[in-house]
């Protein structure tokens, strides 16, 4: 080992733990730009600070060209003198390098220092924080400079800024800009959505984190350019990021279950998206209500357009008209349709015995298809005994009992109904038929006794 190796191996450490300590300061000050750039934007400023000037000053005293020689007179001297200068070169370049390290760094810190006003959250604390340390730190640096000279000025300086610009840095704002879709709603109006898709992803750029974007971008790929695996792939990359809760990812895949079945009728791709949730969210409230939603999913895609075609089954419903047959019309389907229907329901009723919706079409299709309207009757005592049933729901059961008893001329078992219709919702049209038709059935009995009684007479006068 040379003479002058100790040198600038303490020279290359030195070096290194200032750009270790510079770089530190550095991410943290430029936090909200992200890690990836803050750390390339450091690189391109060390290098051209520091690594530019050691290899100049390096390469200048080396003494390439005989019109350049050695910049140390010292080593300028050996050169000419035919002796081994290499060593006399490496041990005075190491606190030559020093010297230049500790000054690249107090200007790396100056740097960081003055950009700090311009994102404080309150000026004047920044301005009483540098002012203390700038007291607290004088007979330091008056020390240092004393003692060391000029080659004391840059440890001076670094002395000084390092802690000044330590203590200010919580006084940064350091929350990330809002992202705005508003141009992106404004293109999308105008039926501009590649344009619109663009500056979502700039938003999103700047936030990426932020679930309106990631939201709004995949609504554009499944609803405007119809690219559904797209929109999934946009939804689950939303869904693995850290920071998103159960409540937006539930969102996020709910909304995707509602594409698959509006936009391609594909039960299947919505039933995934479900499963997802239960897999990503086990035990939670999220994942029972998407196993519900599961339950109630159809499972291929013949079956979901055959729920979505109307059918137009005849309901009964209280009426005026006495003279109505005593049985329900004949069937509009096929007693095998309405069977197959029956079977349906009652697998989904196994699932879920709480679905009201299907609970309902269940009775429907009992009375008016399959002519069980006692078992109807009874699905519909079930609904009624269900709770926190809304009070329309609860008056139109009510009256489909009153009107299935009445079509079977069940007139006793139908006017308790309708008194209850009267007396619990007096304010619903249903009460309103109920009492005209209790109206209608008094008069009726009044009408059938004065008949039998005129019919005695006679015969007594016989």
């Known amino acids: 080992m040379t003479a002058g190796a100790p040198s600038i191996l303490a020279a290359m450490m030195v070096l290194a733990a200032l750009v270790m300590l510079c770089r530190h300061y550095w991410l943290l000050f430029r936090e909200t730009a992200g890690l990836e750039a803050a750390a390339t934007e450091y690189s391109a400023w060390a290098a051209k600070g520091l690594g530019i000037p050691v290899l100049l000053w390096t390469t200048l005293n080396t003494g390439f060209s005989s019109w350049m020689p050695p910049l140390m007179p010292a080593v300028h001297r050996a050169r000419d003198s035919g002796g081994d200068w290499v060593p006399l070169l490496l041990a005075v370049l190491g606190p030559s390098l020093i010297v230049l390290g500790f000054f690249w760094a107090a200007a790396t810190f100056g740097w960081l220092l003055a950009l700090t006003p311009l994102k404080a959250l309150y000026r004047a604390d920044f301005c009483t924080v540098c002012i203390c340390w700038a007291l607290l ?31 200010t840095l919580p006084l940064i704002q350091t929350d990330k800009p809002l992202p705005s879709y508003s141009r992106a709603v404004a293109k999308m109006k105008f039926g501009k ?21 990631w939201l709004m971008l995949a609504e554009l790929y499944a609803v405007h350019f119809h ?11 939303l869904c693995d990021q850290p920071n998103v809760s159960g409540a937006q990812i539930a969102l996020a895949l709910h909304r995707l279950a509602d594409w698959y079945l509006k936009l391609a009728d594909d039960p299947r791709g919505a039933r995934r998206a479900m499963e997802a949730i239960c897999l990503r969210l086990p035990g939670s409230y999220f994942a029972r209500e998407a196993q519900q939603r599961l339950s109630r999913l159809p499972a291929t895609g013949e079956e979901l357009r055959e729920l979505r075609q109307p059918k137009t089954i005849r309901l009964p419903a209280l009426s005026d008209a006495l003279d109505e047959p005593a049985e329900p019309p004949a069937p509009q389907v096929s007693r095998e349709e309405a069977t197959r229907q029956m079977n349906q329901l009652i697998a989904r009723l196994k699932q879920d015995p709480n679905d009201v919706a299907t609970r309902e079409t269940f009775a429907r299709l009992l009375a008016e298809q399959l002519r069980k309207t006692d078992v109807a009757i009874e699905q519909l005592k079930l609904l009624l005994a269900l709770p926190g049933q809304p009070e329309s729901k609860v008056a139109e059961w009510l009256c489909l ?14 006017v308790p109904i309708l008194e209850r219709l009267v007396h619990d919702y007096p304010q619903s049209s249903q009460a309103f038929a109920a009492q005209r038709r209790l109206y209608l059935l008094e008069m009726e009995e009044r009408l059938r006794r004065a008949s039998q009684a005129r019919g005695q007479g006679r015969a007594a006068g016989a």
């Open 401 to 414: 009992m009153a009107a299935w008893h009445l079509r079977r001329r069940e007139t006793a078992a139908a």
């Open 227 to 237: 690219d559904l695996p797209e929109a999934d792939r946009t939804i689950i990359e």
């Open 193 to 213: 959505y590649a344009e619109a898709e663009w500056e979502v992803i700039k938003e999103l750029e700047k936030c990426s984190d932020d679930v309106e974007g």
């Open 137 to 167: 730190l004088s007979p330091l640096v008056w020390f240092l400079v004393d003692h060391a000279g000029v080659s004391g000025v840059g440890p001076a300086l670094l002395a000084w800024l390092w802690p000044v610009t330590h203590f």
